[in-house]
T-cell receptor, first 114, second 113 residues
Framework: DAKTTQPNSMESNEEEPVHLPCNHS???????IHWYRQLPSQGPEYVIH???SNVNNRMASLAIAEDRKSSTLILHRATLRDAAVYYC???????????????FGQGTILTVHP | EAQVTQNPRYLITVTGKKLTVTCSQN?????MSWYRQDPGLGLRQIYY???????DKGDVPEGYKVSRKEKRNFPLILESPSPNQTSLYFC????????????FGSGTRLTVV
């Protein structure tokens, strides 16, 4: 399974932008980059995903490097409710027995200061 | 509301007493999966299913069984629970295909004594 590497923790101030990096140097051509976040005592929540192009939705933006070996999740204005563990995951789309599988790493703990 | 519903949220049981954790989704998703979350080990996939009557092992299937008789339901069965199965369990579902994210349930915290 392809692996991702994220910083253990990051801090931000409320209403400032947050850039959460992720390295995935062994990504394959069929892997989609997914981001999820997990608030305390809750299940992981889908944030955004992409393949090659940058993506935007109401929650965040995803910037993908041209060589696809890294990506950055961008929260444009952090709020206290954004404090969570953020997971960068590669979803296996190659087919076969691993199709659709999400392999979670340790994630980045984001702390947001008022 | 589109959601994945797990029951129960909390369960304490004794070693060897069979139990079932239910998972149901109302989004007509083909793909369903079970994960367990343990401190320091993150989330690990137990079993998954790509459609009715199609199930397969994930990374840590030992001690667990699943079934997929209906599209909406994907129960996790522990025939003879042991203390090392004490964990936080999550069910997830998704449409098949490249352009979809996963919806997770709220979790089931299981303690086996």
């Amino acid at each position: 399974d392809a692996k991702t590497t994220q910083p253990n923790s990051m801090e931000s101030n409320e209403e400032e932008p947050v850039h959460l990096p992720c390295n995935h140097s062994t990504i394959s051509g069929t892997d989609y980059i997914h981001w999820y976040r997990q608030l305390p005592s809750q299940g992981p929540e889908y944030v955004i995903h992409g393949l090659t192009s940058n993506v935007n939705n109401r929650m965040a933006s995803l910037a993908i490097a041209e060589d696809r070996k890294s990506s950055t999740l961008i929260l444009h204005r952090a709020t206290l409710r954004d404090a969570a563990v953020y997971y960068c995951i590669l979803r296996d789309n190659a087919g076969g027995t691993s199709y659709g599988k999400l392999t979670f790493g340790q994630g980045t703990i984001l702390t947001v200061h008022p | 509301e589109a959601q994945v519903t797990q029951n129960p949220r909390y369960l304490i049981t004794v070693t060897g007493k069979k139990l079932t954790v239910t998972c149901s989704q109302n989004m007509n998703h083909e793909y369903m999966s079970w994960y367990r979350q343990d401190p320091g080990l993150g989330l690990r996939q137990i079993y998954y299913s790509m459609n009715v009557e199609v199930t397969d092992k994930g990374d840590v299937p030992e001690g667990y069984k699943v079934s997929r008789k209906e599209k909406r339901n994907f129960p996790l069965i522990l025939e003879s629970p042991s203390p090392n199965q004490t964990s936080l369990y999550f069910c997830a579902s998704s449409l098949l295909g490249d352009n979809y994210g996963y919806t997770f349930g709220s979790g089931t915290r299981l303690t086996v004594v």
